[in-house]
């Protein structure tokens, strides 16, 4: 990194650094109370459900993350890059416009796939585009850095989960009973509260977007989806060649590696936007020795605390899901490492080049699906081979964008 020469080893000041580790910091601690509660209710029902159930659940979590992302439309960086550089409201009121639009088509679309007796992925689908409103609404507030409304709504959010998820469990031991009760309640109950002025401002100044625009927001949207898709699809693939255990290891996996996926989205949402704007002095520090120490004391610290999750997931569900640690170790060391590598790849919408990031992205899937296809017979395997593409795919588009920008 240091070879990109004495222009990019300035940055910010510290006061600017400091700033950015409190908005950092303030999404990071709102956002794990959230998925705190979405952890402890599923790692607690890994341990009661039967095998079968979780296995299930698992699924549900699955296809739900991924459709998120595919009702998302790549509307969350793109909207918040056109904020950035217009501070135009109406870019942000009609990315949620857009969502609230596609709420139905994803109740329809999972009603039908529950009636055709797919009732897992047809839950997961109709969730995914309730959580899309959720996930827009606190992208607003990123965007315009109203930091203070996104702990006030993640703080209202976190308790109705808990409340929620905790009956459900109480009340039934039925998987889509819990998923509905994570998923459901607690956004139909918050967007009565502070986020109903995005409901009422949905539709207002619809912005017409240029050729330019679109083709941007098309650009992150398939980004995006295969970014996801590279560490949930294989889950299908599981539950179609494996046992029921290896479904519940594989969900388990996700799980426990949840936290960290929070730390990496907490400081990428946080900085995108100081990025944007005449925020060049951070980018210079991201790709500074500096930026690049800072990355790698931040990799140490994650992959520390690595052998203390091993150790309760070792403790708490070794008899009941047996040889979970060294696929656990694996899968989140690789995934720590595509993360922390990751950050660079955020100077792909300052330099006005997001498609470097869809090449890569879309190249990974076009390796990974045949390698599965051919070799993915075990969980280890399926894990190597995910992973492997993961990390090497984050350095080649590392190295991409270093080349261009010396």
Known sequence: MSNTGAKMESGPSGGGLRQLARHAGAVFVSTLGVQLTTFAIVALCGRILPIVDFARMSVMVATLTLAMSAFDFGMNITMTKMYGDTRDDAYLSSAFGLRLLMLPVGVLIGAVLWLSDMREVGVGIALGALMSLWNGARATDQARQDYRGFVRANAVFMLLRLGAGLLAIKLTRDPFVIVAAIYSAPV???????????????????????????RYVLIVYLNQLAFIAIPYAPQF?????????????????????????????????????????????????????RGGSLIFALWCLLMCGAGAVAWFINHFYGIKYPDLVIPYL??????????MIGFLSLSVHTRNVPHYNMIVNLLKVAVVAPLLY?????????????????????????????????
């Open 188 to 214: 139909i109950a918050i967007i009565f509260t502070g986020s109903a002025t995005l409901f009422r401002r949905a539709f207002s100044g619809m912005v017409r977007p240029t050729g330019w625009v679109l």
């Open 237 to 289: 693939l599981i539950d179609a060649r494996l046992d029921a255990v290896d479904v519940g290891r594989y969900g388990l996996i996700l799980t426990f590696t949840a936290p960290v996926a929070l730390v990496i989205m907490s400081i990428r949402t946080t900085l995108l936007p100081k990025l944007l704007g005449g925020g060049s002095d951070f980018e210079q520090m991201l790709w500074s020795f």
């Open 330 to 339: 694996l899968y989140f060391g690789g995934f720590v490492t595509t993360g």
């Open 374 to 406: 051919l070799f993915g017979f075990s969980l280890m395997a399926i894990i190597i081979i995910t992973i492997s593409v993961m990390v090497i795919g984050e350095i080649l588009l590392a190295l991409w964008l270093h080349r261009r920008m010396t």
